[in-house]
């Protein structure tokens, strides 16, 4: 097993992925992205922070969350939103594979997740734009602004964006930008 250690810094921002167990779709209806979506209101109230980005696509989501000063732990905020998640399904139950059953897991979530700490505004850009262009990459849409469950519009609304970033919309032609290296650290 890889000796890796996740970084815990008060007030620091990070980039989290959070994959549904073998990708299994469960974010592919309104129901399950409205319980995702809820889990992750009674997570905030309960241990606040900010979401600043976050896209959910059929079997994972990305998400840029800036904790509060004082405050590092980001592990508890992430378990216990799948936890809220897991709990909201009606079929929510206790997965019958053993190294699974042994830890009292279920089949919704796969057993850790993702994060990165961001560096610096370069660093926050790169992310915040691969989580927009992420339904266009995985070909649920051929624009970000196309993809209803997304922060995109938030972000346009800032002035971050124009609503036809990357859009391809009409025979657009469109240079993508540099993304950063999830692909081959999450393994998307």
Excluded at 4 to 26: D, E, I, K, N, P
Excluded at 57 to 79: E, N
Excluded at 124 to 132: G, Q, W
């Amino acid at each position: 097993m890889p000796n890796y250690r996740r970084r815990y810094r008060t007030g620091a921002t990070y980039f989290f992925s959070m994959v549904t167990y073998r990708r299994r779709h469960l974010f592919d209806n309104e129901e399950n992205v409205d319980r995702l979506r809820s889990a992750f209101r009674q997570t905030l109230e309960e241990h606040p922070f900010e979401i600043e980005a976050a896209v959910i696509l059929p079997d994972h989501t990305h998400q840029l969350w800036k904790l509060p000063l004082g405050d590092s732990d980001f592990s508890r905020r992430a378990g216990r939103a799948k936890a809220l998640f897991t709990k909201s399904l009606p079929e929510h139950r206790i997965s019958a594979e053993p190294s699974r059953a042994k830890h009292r897991e279920s089949d919704v979530w796969q057993r850790r997740f993702w994060e990165h700490e961001i560096r610096d505004a370069d660093d926050f850009k790169a992310h915040l734009n691969y989580i927009h262009y992420n339904p266009v990459k995985h070909g649920y849409v051929t624009c970000p602004h196309l993809w209803p469950w997304s922060s995109f519009r938030k972000w346009v609304a800032l002035g971050q964006y124009s609503l036809d970033w990357l859009c391809v919309c009409n025979g657009r032609q469109v240079v993508l930008p540099e993304f950063p290296q999830v692909d081959e650290e999450f393994g998307e």
